[in-house]
């Protein structure tokens, strides 16, 4: 298994050595780094808000009235985002390709209670977002956010569990909660989200009319109206729809930055026609070139009048001066210093004004993009990829092209990113990771979450199947051009030549949002007969779910560890004990039902940061889990059990 460069794991502390079985409380670590900052605002675990105001002064404010997005639902919004998820990702190896060697990842499930569990492993380690979310137009919708329920709505909607179910309901504008339903939908997804991002990070977000005012709004507020980047037009038909006066051929594509002042972006990649552009006519030791206008922008009141001079021709032996009220953008001295170094051109006859030859060596590495998108392929690009992989289609309108995703791609990612797409759909984000990673040799990873949400199809019985199975057939696709290509680099060493060893991740591991496989005390639910309440004591004493295999319990505690689910990890044994070796020597993992003291001692000899065991593996044996607890501890190792 592959980890990626460095790995930072971050275990609970504390007396208490139970690990934590429920998702990052991302509210909680919030509230922590509140009260480190303002501690004389907190009183017995609350805080003071008038005291709060008090300390910050102007900057604080109670007007009635004052500039803000508010809905129906916010608050909703706002508890889902409180609220922890109890559940876990289980690994499905025979549903993945080569589960073993890559870090890509496709996860089924809720998008909502996938990103809490993802906020651990995850956090601050993706350069790069792409959604295209439901677009709210009166269609079915099928993400109703029942905060209180969560993974229990979604085990229903699922079949995971027996239960109605969630309902498809119809989000019709005559719907006084049109626009709120939208935006309770969108808020705690986004919140979430932005967590995950690097501080280089960056994040795209495909609308189309119906909301995106809200969109701007409600991602002004998550991210800082100062991290705005810029608002996309994307150009997808050629024509207008015929069926309206004023038919929209496009549709936006917002750009916002974890952090405006790193953000990581890249220029946009010079054709082949803008680098014919630059010739060497005159054989320059710099190199080929282009002419430049020699003026500068005086536009307003820039005009500097020392700037204003005769430039003399020396074919001709003419002066001549800038356009009227306007000058050169370099003083006499630079000037003269391009002129003996020729580089200032008259013309193919050398007998016109004088201009810059501007270098191909000096440029930018590329150009600037523009906002209005017109360069990248249109909407039935994507449909007709659709159909060349997995024929007819009918469950996606409009899926995206990967063309269009594949310059996203290239905009707000580094050759070794992690890209996150949490409404995949049919899967072009990952196509489109792959087909850039076969192109110039990069070791972008990608990460789709998309729900199960069923088609009624009897091949692809769900969202879900598609964006599988289509980003199986792409890398079928590219591995059978990249054994072509390895067959013509055999052929080269054969003649003597050298080529370079390309490794691409042409795989991804799947996994499955699912009830934890640990069996959680829940206090809200516990009966209040006493004879009940016993018995549901004694069954969750063993607290590990009947039936669940070893690598679900592995993958759970890696991922509650805080860990990415791309850990590399290895396997061994202590005697007979097997134990498993995550993120080398960050976590040390043992499974075994039967602990003794010197597979304990075996563990801590390997000296990691942290281990963990199964709490039924001590068999009520409080004098062994005490003793290894304070002996880890003297040897900076955290202990924690499950």
């Keep these: 298994m592959v980890a990626r460069a460095t790995i930072e794991m971050t275990m609970p502390t504390g007396d208490e050595i139970k690990l934590p079985l429920t998702s990052r409380d991302v509210n909680a670590e919030r509230l922590a780094q509140f009260r480190e900052l303002f501690p004389e605002a907190s009183t017995e675990g609350k805080f003071d808000l008038k005291k709060l105001a008090q300390l ?57 209670e996938t990103l809490k569990l993802l906020q651990g492993g995850y956090h601050g380690r993706v350069k790069m977002i792409y959604i295209d979310p439901p677009y709210n137009t009166g269609g079915e919708f099928i993400y109703p956010d029942n ?41 705690p997804r986004l919140f979430l989200a932005r967590n995950l991002l690097r501080e280089d990070g960056v994040i795209f977000v495909s609308i189309d009319d119906h909301e995106v005012h809200n ?13 705005f980047v810029a608002q996309i037009i994307w150009k997808k038909r050629s024509t207008p729809p015929n069926d309206k006066i004023i038919g929209a051929d496009h549709d936006y594509i917002f750009l916002f930055a974890r952090n405006l002042q790193t953000a990581g972006l890249n220029l946009r990649q010079r054709s082949e026609e803008q680098i014919a552009r630059y010739q060497n006519p005159d054989n320059h030791p710099k190199g080929p070139w282009t002419a430049g206008d020699l003026m500068a922008n005086v536009k307003g009141g820039r005009y500097v009048e020392s700037l204003n001079f005769p430039i003399k021709n020396p074919n001709t032996g003419e002066d001549h001066l800038p356009s009227s009220n306007g000058n050169w953008r370099f003083s006499r001295e630079t000037i003269a210093e391009l ?13 016109g004004r004088p201009k810059l030859k501007r270098f191909y060596c000096d440029v ?67 196509q489109a990771v792959l087909e850039l990673n076969a192109q110039d040799g990069g070791n972008r990873k990608f990460i789709l979450v998309q729900l199960p949400e069923p088609t009624g199809r009897k091949d692809f019985a769900t969202i879900a199947d598609i964006t599988k199975e289509r980003v199986r057939r792409v890398i079928k696709k590219l591995s059978a051009a990249e054994g072509e290509k390895q067959d013509a680099a055999a052929s080269q060493l054969k003649l003597g030549g050298t080529v370079p060893v390309r490794e691409l991740d042409l795989g991804f591991r799947v996994f499955k949002l699912g009830s934890s496989n640990f069996k959680v005390w829940d206090a809200a639910a516990a009966p209040k007969d006493g004879e009940a309440l016993a ?60 602990l003794t003291q010197a597979t304990l001692r075996g563990l801590m000899a390997r000296k990691p940061k942290g281990v963990i065991c199964l709490d039924i593996a001590f068999a009520g044996n409080d004098q062994l889990k005490a003793n290894i607890v304070l002996e880890m501890k003297s040897h900076g190792i955290e202990f924690h059990t499950a």
């Design 56 to 112: 910050f002064g102007e900057a604080a404010t109670d007007a009635p009235e004052r500039y803000g997005l508010s809905w129906a639902g916010k608050s909703d919004a706002i508890r889902a985002i409180q609220t922890t998820s109890p559940g876990t990702l289980l690994p499905l190896p025979r549903e993945s390709v080569n589960f073993d060697a890559t870090e890509n990842l496709i996860i089924e499930g809720d998008n909502l």
């Design 215 to 227: 969109l701007r709004a409600v991602m002004n507020e998550i991210f800082g109206e100062e991290n």
């Design 147 to 187: 905060y209180k329920e969560g993974l229990a709505d979604y085990l229903k909607f699922s079949g995971q569990v027996s239960g109605e179910g969630i309902r498809l309901t119809t989000n019709a504008e005559t719907d006084g909660r049109y626009h709120s339903k939208w935006l309770t939908m969108m808020y």
């Design 535 to 594: 018995e549901q004591l004694k069954l969750i004493a063993h607290n590990v779910e009947d039936g669940r295999p070893d690598d679900a319990l592995l993958y759970e505690l890696v991922l509650k560890s805080n860990l990415p689910l791309t850990s590399k990890i290895t396997a061994g044994k202590i005697g007979e004990q097997p134990f498993y070796d995550v993120a080398d020597g960050a976590l040390v993992i043992c499974l075994a039902r039967k």
């Design 364 to 430: 930018k590495a590329g150009i600037t993009y523009p906002t209005i998108w017109d360069f990248v392929p249109l909407n039935t690009e994507g449909s007709a990829e659709m159909t060349e992989l997995l024929g007819s289609m009918t469950a996606f309108e409009n899926p995206k092209p990967s063309g269009l995703l594949l310059e996203l791609v290239k905009l707000g990612s580094s050759g070794d990113s992690v890209i996150l797409d949490f409404f995949a759909g049919s899967g072009t984000t990952a």
């Design 339 to 351: 002129m003996a170094q020729n580089e200032i051109y008259f013309g193919e006859d050398g007998k």
